[in-house]
């Protein structure tokens, strides 16, 4: 974790904070630290992550004790107190989340002390620990969450035996995380089970205080909303399950199975509607996929919830081969342990250059030679980072992962039957929109 | 000790009389900065905004061939991957290679923070360095950083000797002032401190042997030259069309003009000390820099307001013109161009005249285009600037002759901005890149104040000012219909009261 980062692909925990807390309904932000931490996070995600955009209350609208040199010094608490008064006065809120960021972390300032004192006087209001060098944008997902579900909201009277919660996808740093959200609330629906997304603009902070009664917690990652998932099950005594996030038929086939076996339910009827759905669509590209000759290469540079998933989907849906899975998130050991099954050639970089020089080093080109089998014809799927790589390659880019600044991102997701489609249209109208 | 001898430069606090917060009329502010009284003020209540650092990232992604490190945790640097797309467009347009700028980020955890950060500053510049081959390294300093002591200045002294690049250290740890324009002077210290700003002789020049008998004649060529070239400072916020148009005018006195130090390479900012005269396009954005250059190279400068709109940009070629005695041809470039630009922009200025228009961003071109939209008839409800210091008062005792009557608000603050459209109810914001989109959630029509795409300043950019807003006002069905489909996260009861209600003296 500790070496210096080419143009890393995550900010620091308030980061990530920040947008968790910008995507969740009437949550209010209280950003404790320097003034410029919240628009300067803020605005890198809201263009970076397939223009985003701001929520409800983020970016320059979120409220910030903006301390300077004074509370430096002397410390930031009655700065913080002052702010949570008039934000409470002024902001629109049903919680307030005070985030912290380096500065007022390492002066020491008792936060929890300020914040309790609120939440005695009946203000809805929890503070997150979130200082910038104790972790990048994927733990601030986790700490917020954790903070809200485990540390702030009661347990619940009854379980709802149908109710899931959906947790594992990072908004922004998963660009497609709303329509692979609404996608997976969709076949679970199928299946009749209500799910709790918290990040799609069907979610009321109802669903925020229905989720300690859920019956099952799925975790769309192997990595990030673990941790929350098995707090949540220590204070709630949810379960969870961790999964992968379903891309395309294959897949999703498996997904509704096993959810479907959790909940005692038959998923044979939504499987056998699904695969219809995708087939009466995806059958009819065959003409254009076969007779394009449009089998590809493909290298894959994502995080690590969306590695295998897209691999998987591109390798079982597509026939096409993939050699590389690059995946771009800083892991412990044990988490990138998680993620090899073996199944594709997952490697650990995350800086651009190192990238693009291992693609190198893995499959040189054939500089001109008469017979040389190299990677072509060759896809790239990945981050607008990937774009010059692509083209230095001669290859085929999408754009799908963090950072994502060539493409706007509102319902498009990859998840699910409806998800391998659109994933489809979109590698391959990459190769089309040259035609003119 | 003289300010330009030291490592760390002074904040914009701690060198000239600035405030970020005030609510009031135009003369009160002018009162309030000379009197010291600007910088008293603070607010109760404060949304988050943008610090001295990302602004002096935002300068250095400029740089042709540099590589910028972040020394600091993993997210400060966040908006490097904007900016460095963002520069490497703007590298394009002005005919330079497109290539964005590489930048590392030391990424101190917290192991980091307790024993220091200063081995790791060192590898990455290395790393920089082999991994890039740059030209020149930034090296941003950061918040964290500045706490916890790390010696910077130490670790760039002793890279300068090891790496092949020139090491530039940009001292900006956001937490040291409150106001963005800090980082010009940052950025300018950085330059001034880290590089030569002279040719070098048999690398950039071949020196002329006094012994020679065309000796007398080479010098004469030299000082001519010199004598007609201008350096033109740019900032961020003005675009390559602007610095063509600029070009244009300048050229058609007969000078050859050069632009720094955006978007500049190490070779050209060694060109900086040829040049009769520096000139700044923004009041506030350039003292610190042409100050030690006439101190450095005797070179005097000018700061004469920011060339948009008739007025503003005849004086500002007057102000060029004059120490080069080409005051007359100045003033015959301006009556001819306005006359070509004043039939152009009739049929606008008919759209635009007797609108009411609220003005948000730079003090300086906010307050130079209220003077500008005022003269073409628009009502000037309020003006709105980021931050104000002396350095913006003579743009200010203009707004003051011309729209006196305008609310002045000196604030980042998007809850008073969101307030006056609200309350003022403008039929026009002309505003500052990112509030663009809350603008148009609040269904008012409004175009951008600047735009590094776009052209601004002189006569081809008042035309495209104008057409601009006659364009937004042909159809304005998108913010009308999206504004009715969002919920504000403010209460009500604020925009039953004053705009300034959370400002203490």
């Given at each position: 974790m500790g070496e210096c980062l080419e143009r890393p692909r995550a900010a620091c925990s308030l980061g990530g904070a920040l947008v968790t807390l910008a995507n969740l309904p009437d949550v209010v932000p209280i950003i404790h630290t320097s003034g410029g931490c919240g628009g300067n996070l803020s605005a890198a995600i809201a263009f970076?992550?397939?223009?985003?955009?701001?929520?409800?209350?983020?970016?320059?609208?979120?409220?910030?004790?903006?301390?300077?040199?004074?509370?430096?010094?002397?410390?930031?608490?009655?700065?913080?107190?002052?702010?949570?008064?008039?934000?409470?006065?002024?902001?629109?809120?049903?919680?307030?989340?005070?985030?912290?960021?380096?500065?007022?972390?390492?002066?020491?300032?008792?936060?929890?002390?300020?914040?309790?004192?609120?939440?005695?006087?009946?203000?809805?209001?929890?503070?997150?620990?979130?200082?910038?060098?104790?972790?990048?944008?994927?733990?601030?997902?986790?700490?917020?969450?954790?903070?809200?579900?485990?540390?702030?909201?009661?347990?619940?009277?009854?379980?709802?035996?149908?109710?899931?919660?959906?947790?594992?996808?990072?908004?922004?740093?998963?660009?497609?995380?709303?329509?692979?959200?609404?996608?997976?609330?969709?076949?679970?629906?199928?299946?009749?089970?209500?799910?709790?997304?918290?990040?799609?603009?069907?979610?009321?902070?109802?669903?925020?205080?229905?989720?300690?009664?859920?019956?099952?917690?799925?975790?769309?990652?192997?990595?990030?909303?673990?941790?929350?998932?098995?707090?949540?099950?220590?204070?709630?005594?949810?379960?969870?399950?961790?999964?992968?996030?379903?891309?395309?038929?294959?897949?999703?086939?498996?997904?509704?199975?096993?959810?479907?076996?959790?909940?005692?339910?038959?998923?044979?009827?939504?499987?056998?509607?699904?695969?219809?759905?995708?087939?009466?669509?995806?059958?009819?590209?065959?003409?254009?996929?076969?007779?394009?000759?449009?089998?590809?290469?493909?290298?894959?540079?994502?995080?690590?919830?969306?590695?295998?998933?897209?691999?998987?989907?591109?390798?079982a849906e597509l026939g096409w081969v993939v050699t590389d899975s690059f995946v771009t998130d800083k892991l412990t050991d044990a988490q990138q342990e998680a993620l090899a099954d073996g199944a594709f050639p997952i490697q650990f970089l995350t800086g651009t250059q190192e990238i693009a020089r291992a693609l190198k080093n893995n499959h040189p080109d054939g500089r001109g030679q008469r017979y040389f089998d190299d990677i072509s014809p060759l896809y790239i799927a990945g981050s607008t980072l990937e774009k010059r790589t692509a083209a230095a390659r001669g290859a085929n880019y999408l754009g799908v992962s963090f950072p994502l600044y060539d493409r706007i991102v509102t319902d498009r997701g990859y998840a699910g039957y409806r998800g391998g489609l659109h994933l489809f249209e979109d590698l391959i109208g990459q190769i089309m929109s040259v035609k003119s | 000790m003289n300010c330009y001898e030291q490592n760390v430069p002074p904040v914009r606090e701690a060198r000239l009389k600035v405030g970020d917060t005030f609510g009031g009329g135009v003369q009160e502010l002018l009162t309030c900065c000379r009197e010291g009284c600007l910088l008293q003020k603070n607010r109760s209540f404060w949304q988050a905004g943008?610090?001295?650092?990302?602004?002096?990232?935002?300068?250095?992604?400029?740089?042709?061939?540099?590589?910028?490190?972040?020394?600091?945790?993993?997210?400060?640097?966040?908006?490097?991957?904007?900016?460095?797309?963002?520069?490497?467009?703007?590298?394009?347009?002005?005919?330079?290679?497109?290539?964005?700028?590489?930048?590392?980020?030391?990424?101190?955890?917290?192991?980091?923070?307790?024993?220091?950060?200063?081995?790791?500053?060192?590898?990455t510049i290395r790393r920089a360095d082999e991994a890039f081959r740059p030209e020149i390294i930034f090296v941003v300093n950061t918040c964290a950083p500045a706490i916890i002591g790390d010696d910077v200045e130490e670790v760039v002294r002793q890279a300068r000797l090891e790496v092949s690049a020139d090491v530039v250290s940009l001292h900006c740890p956001g937490f040291k002032s409150r106001v963005f324009a800090s980082a010009y002077d940052m950025f300018y210290h950085g330059l001034l401190r880290g590089l030569a700003l002279s040719p070098k002789a048999w690398t950039d020049y071949r020196p002329i042997d006094d012994n020679d008998p065309a000796a007398a004649l080479k010098w004469q060529q030299y000082e001519y030259q010199k004598a007609h070239t201008v350096n033109v400072w740019n900032a961020t916020s003005i675009g390559s069309d602007d610095e063509k148009e600029i070009e244009r005018l300048l050229s058609a006195l007969g000078l050859?003009?050069?632009?720094?130090?955006?978007?500049?390479?190490?070779?050209?900012?060694?060109?900086?000390?040829?040049?009769?005269?520096?000139?700044?396009?923004?009041?506030?954005?350039?003292?610190?820099?042409?100050?030690?250059?006439?101190?450095?190279?005797?070179?005097?400068?000018?700061?004469?307001g920011m060339p948009v709109g008739f007025r503003h940009t005849r004086e500002w070629l007057l102000a060029v013109a004059r120490p080069l005695g080409l005051e007359k041809e100045a003033n015959a470039l301006a009556d001819c161009e306005e006359k070509l630009a004043r039939e152009a922009i009739a049929p606008f200025a008919d759209i635009v005249r007797g609108k009411r228009v609220l003005m948000y961003g730079g003090a300086v071109r906010v307050g130079v285009e209220a003077t500008v939209m005022a003269e073409l008839g628009l009502e000037v409800l309020g003006i709105r600037t980021y931050h104000y210091d002396e350095g913006a008062d003579e743009v200010f005792e203009d707004v003051k002759r011309v729209t006196?009557?305008?609310?002045?608000?000196?604030?980042?603050?998007?809850?008073?901005?969101?307030?006056?459209?609200?309350?003022?109810?403008?039929?026009?914001?002309?505003?500052?890149?990112?509030?663009?989109?809350?603008?148009?959630?609040?269904?008012?029509?409004?175009?951008?104040?600047?735009?590094?795409?776009?052209?601004?300043?002189?006569?081809?950019?008042?035309?495209?000012?104008?057409?601009?807003?006659?364009?937004?006002?042909?159809?304005?069905?998108?913010?009308?219909?999206?504004?009715?489909?969002?919920?504000?996260?403010?209460?009500q009861t604020y925009f039953e009261g004053d705009t300034f209600r959370y400002i203490k003296n």
């Open positions: 970076g992550a397939g223009y985003l955009g701001d929520g409800y209350c983020n970016g320059r609208a979120s409220p910030t004790t903006a301390v300077s040199e004074t509370e430096v010094v002397f410390g930031g608490t009655d700065r913080l107190t002052e702010q949570i008064r008039a934000t409470l006065e002024l902001m629109d809120g049903k919680l307030y989340v005070v985030a912290t960021g380096c500065m007022t972390e390492m002066i020491g300032d008792d936060v929890g002390g300020v914040v309790g004192e609120f939440r005695d006087g009946g203000a809805p209001i929890l503070a997150v620990s979130t200082p910038s060098f104790k972790g990048d944008s994927y733990h601030g997902y986790d700490i917020v969450l954790d903070g809200i579900f485990n540390k702030y909201l009661p347990r619940a009277e009854r379980k709802n035996p149908k109710l899931v919660n959906l947790f594992g996808l990072v908004p922004g740093y998963d660009p497609f995380f709303r329509g692979d959200l609404a996608e997976v609330k969709r076949l679970l629906a199928g299946l009749g089970l209500t799910a709790n997304t918290f990040f799609t603009p069907d979610q009321t902070f109802a669903n925020i205080t229905s989720a300690p009664g859920a019956a099952l917690n799925i975790v769309l990652s192997r990595v990030w909303g673990v941790e929350t998932a098995r707090n949540f099950e220590e204070k709630h005594g949810t379960p969870f399950w961790v999964t992968d996030l379903p891309i395309g038929p294959e897949a999703t086939d498996a997904f509704l199975k096993e959810a479907a076996e959790r909940f005692g339910l038959d998923a044979g009827e939504s499987i056998e509607s699904g695969n219809r759905e995708f087939y009466g669509y995806f059958a009819r590209g065959a003409d254009l996929f076969c007779d394009g000759d449009l089998k590809r290469y493909a290298v894959t540079v994502t995080n690590s919830t969306y590695a295998l998933p897209l691999s998987r989907y591109l390798s | 943008s610090c001295m650092m990302n602004g002096a990232m935002m300068m250095a992604a400029t740089v042709e061939k540099s590589a910028v490190v972040v020394h600091s945790p993993g997210g400060c640097a966040a908006q490097m991957h904007f900016l460095s797309f963002q520069t490497s467009k703007g590298m394009s347009r002005r005919g330079k290679p497109n290539v964005p700028v590489p930048w590392l980020s030391t990424n101190l955890t917290e192991a980091d923070v307790i024993g220091g950060g200063e081995q790791k500053l060192r590898d050859a003009v050069r632009f720094y130090a955006e978007y500049s390479s190490r070779d050209e900012l060694r060109q900086v000390s040829e040049a009769a005269l520096n000139v700044s396009m923004c009041d506030v954005h350039d003292d610190y820099i042409l100050k030690f250059l006439e101190e450095k190279f005797g070179t005097p400068y000018v700061i004469a006196p009557k305008s609310v002045v608000s000196i604030s980042t603050q998007l809850f008073e901005m969101t307030h006056q459209v609200k309350t003022l109810k403008p039929d026009l914001v002309i505003a500052h890149n990112g509030t663009q989109g809350y603008m148009a959630k609040l269904g008012v029509v409004s175009v951008q104040l600047f735009d590094s795409d776009k052209a601004f300043f002189g006569y081809a950019g008042l035309y495209q000012i104008l057409r601009r807003i006659a364009f937004e006002f042909k159809n304005t069905s998108y913010r009308d219909r999206l504004s009715r489909h969002i919920r504000l996260p403010y209460r």
